[in-house]
């Protein structure tokens, strides 16, 4: 039995998030690619996603499986899909994997991006996919507070109230702060001066994760917070109550599969 495996971007502004809800609830990514699968295939087709992202968040490198019911050419599943999608998701690539895959479950890591514009005039085009901020942060201190969060922590204090999930452990395999100089060449939405893009690899991410991540370390670069705050906050010690950050900054950048296999 063939597995597909589908590598899809998508704004997410004008979507509930990934996971598909109830009809009347506003509409998901999976419910619009699902709604296609169907037109496709002719009945309906259940596709598993790598990770839900929430209302308002980016993906360049999502993924996602299913099992087809007819035998479409896998060449052509990609661009069929994009004829028929609304123009803010595209599915990148279609490919077979084998019957034991799935897009969830066989993910090693994933790759989160999150970006702040903090020049105090922000830039029209980037107001969908950055946090204009409009303030300098001191990324100096940001850059302490983040090597707190290195390695294998319980993170149950950097996820929502009411998360399912039993294992709060979680590894940050790299936590990474710059300030790129976008020259004026570059697209409309990224003429911004000095964003700061952090970049978070890990095994695995709790609800709205990597959205406290953020959040802090901001509250650090703002001087509410120490840089060993941070660790105040891994075992329950909290300073003070900091606000996640918005979600139209992050971004999906990539799902990594092989090695040790995570469940979120």
């Known amino acids: 039995m063939t597995v597909i495996k589908?590598?899809?971007?998508?704004?997410g502004t004008n979507y509930i998030g990934w996971q598909r809800q109830p009809?009347?609830?506003?509409?998901?990514?999976?419910?619009?690619?699902?709604?296609?699968?169907?037109?496709?295939?002719?009945?309906?087709?259940?596709?598993?996603?790598?990770?839900?992202?929430?209302?308002?968040?980016?993906?360049?490198?999502?993924?996602?499986?299913?099992v087809p019911t007819k035998?479409?050419?896998?060449?052509?599943?990609?661009?069929?899909?994009?004829?028929?999608?609304?123009?803010?998701?595209?599915?990148?690539?279609?490919?077979?994997?084998?019957?034991?895959?799935?897009?969830?479950?066989?993910?090693?890591?994933?790759?989160?991006?999150?970006?702040?514009?903090?020049?105090?005039?922000?830039?029209?085009?980037s107001y969908r996919y950055a946090w204009q901020l409009g303030e300098k942060l001191d990324v100096a201190a940001m850059r302490e507070a983040a090597q707190y969060l290195l390695g294998s922590h319980d993170f149950r204090h950097f996820c929502a109230v009411g998360s399912p999930v039993k294992d709060f452990v979680r590894t940050i395999e790299s936590l990474q702060l710059s300030e790129p100089d976008f020259s004026a060449n570059d697209q409309l939405w990224r003429q911004m001066e000095r964003p700061l893009v952090i970049d978070i690899c890990g095994n695995g991410f709790l609800?709205?994760?990597?959205?406290?991540?953020v959040g802090r370390l901001v509250a650090v670069g703002r001087h509410e917070i120490k840089p060993q705050d941070m660790a105040a906050f891994l075992i329950g010690e909290v300073p003070k109550n900091i606000s996640?950050?918005?979600?139209?900054?992050l971004t999906l950048v990539e799902v990594r599969y092989g090695g040790e296999k995570i469940g979120d």
């Not at 595209?90 to 969830?104: C, N, P, Q, T």
């Not at 996640?244 to 900054?249: F, I, K, R």
């Open 23 to 66: 009809r009347g609830q506003g509409v998901s990514v999976q419910q619009a690619i699902e709604d296609v699968l169907e037109q496709l295939y002719g009945e309906h087709i259940t596709l598993h996603g790598a990770g839900r992202t929430d209302s308002g968040v980016h993906a360049v490198g999502q993924c996602a499986s299913f």
């Open 207 to 213: 609800y709205k994760m990597v959205r406290f991540i």
């Open 244 to 249: 996640v950050a918005p979600a139209l900054g």
């Open 6 to 11: 589908l590598t899809i971007q998508y704004d």
């Open 71 to 125: 035998p479409l050419p896998v060449s052509r599943v990609a661009q069929a899909m994009n004829n028929l999608l609304p123009p803010d998701i595209r599915i990148s690539s279609a490919v077979a994997e084998a019957e034991d895959f799935h897009a969830r479950f066989s993910a090693s890591g994933k790759h989160y991006r999150y970006i702040i514009e903090q020049q105090p005039s922000c830039n029209a085009f």
